[in-house]
């Protein structure tokens, strides 16, 4: 009987050892070593959209694809729009990222958004990233067809390659500008309203004499606080 419990006391503490290493390397691990899982990706190469990706509208042959993506509005929104086909709840830091440059001149465009595309009809929601044309860049979230909030996220250049990152959180969301710098160890703006959830991924253009240009799309999410160093 001693040497079974010898045993099997060996056996436990052994046990703890091992169950106290596994702790110590989740707790020591950094948060930003954990790998995002990507949930939609495309940089648009070939001269065919991807339809099992997207659901495309188009007013007049003003969404187009050759190795890149261009939109071309006809002034008035929701017409020349590109929206995922999939679905993203906005759990474990839902993470939009769009990179675009706007052409010919500058114009009223959403480069990266979130929710209902026709977001402004009544009982639809979203988060949008829109450059205007004057170059300012407003992070903005649309409830119930109206606009809830509204906030300054820097100016657009002409021309420029720039990519926007949203981050939606539990309540709101975060917006990341990069400008060919990096991004910022703070959100750029953000917006502290909003829950609405499983919603798609859009891009739009509403100029008709400028072009967006988006060479590449990214969804993705994991289990990673936002900070500095995940944005870099």
């Not at 052994?14 to 495309?42: E, G, H, K, M, W």
Request: net charge neutral.
């Amino acid at each position: 009987m001693f040497i079974v419990n010898q045993t099997f006391s060996k056996r436990l503490s052994l046990f703890r050892i091992i169950f106290a290493l596994v702790i110590t390397i989740v707790i020591i691990t950094p948060y930003n070593s954990l790998t995002a899982i990507t949930l939609l990706q495309d940089s648009f190469s070939g001269t065919t959209i991807n339809t099992a990706k997207w659901i495309e509208y188009d007013s007049a042959s003003r969404v187009n694809q050759n190795n890149g993506l261009t939109l071309t509005g006809n002034s008035a929104w929701t017409q020349n729009t590109l929206v995922s086909q999939d679905s993203f709840s906005r759990d474990d830091n839902l993470t939009l990222t769009s990179t675009f440059r706007v052409t010919g001149a500058l114009g009223h465009h959403m480069p990266v958004a979130y929710g209902d595309h026709n977001w402004l009809t009544a009982g639809n929601s979203a988060y949008v990233v829109y450059v205007q044309g004057s170059g300012a860049i407003s992070f903005q979230c649309y409830d119930n067809g109206g606009l809830r909030q509204s906030w300054a996220a820097g100016t657009y250049t002409l021309g420029s390659t720039y990519t926007f990152k949203i981050v939606l959180k539990a309540t709101g969301a975060d917006l990341y500008v990069d400008s060919g710098s990096g991004y910022p160890g703070t959100p750029t703006a953000s917006i502290d309203f909003g829950t609405f959830t499983n919603k798609k991924m859009f891009i739009e253009a509403w100029s008709s004499n400028s072009t967006l240009n988006v060479s590449s799309i990214e969804v993705s999410n994991s289990a990673v606080p936002p900070s500095a160093s995940s944005y870099t």
